[in-house]
């Protein structure tokens, strides 16, 4: 089992969320620029997978305490 002392759950927690702003970026704003028709589906997963994301994070971050 992996134990991480306080500071890599913060940097683990921060690392998650811009990698959840990414992900949302690329699949729902990255769709405005593509030339292909608006996909709902990839906006919802997009949305979902960022929301996913955050969770995790602010779980990782609640950790930092002993």
Known sequence: MLVLKPEQHLLLAETLRDIANVAA???????????RPFSRWLALFGAVLWAGLVIVAVWFAGRTKP
């Open 25 to 35: 970026g690329a699949m729902v704003f990255g769709q405005l620029l593509a030339d």
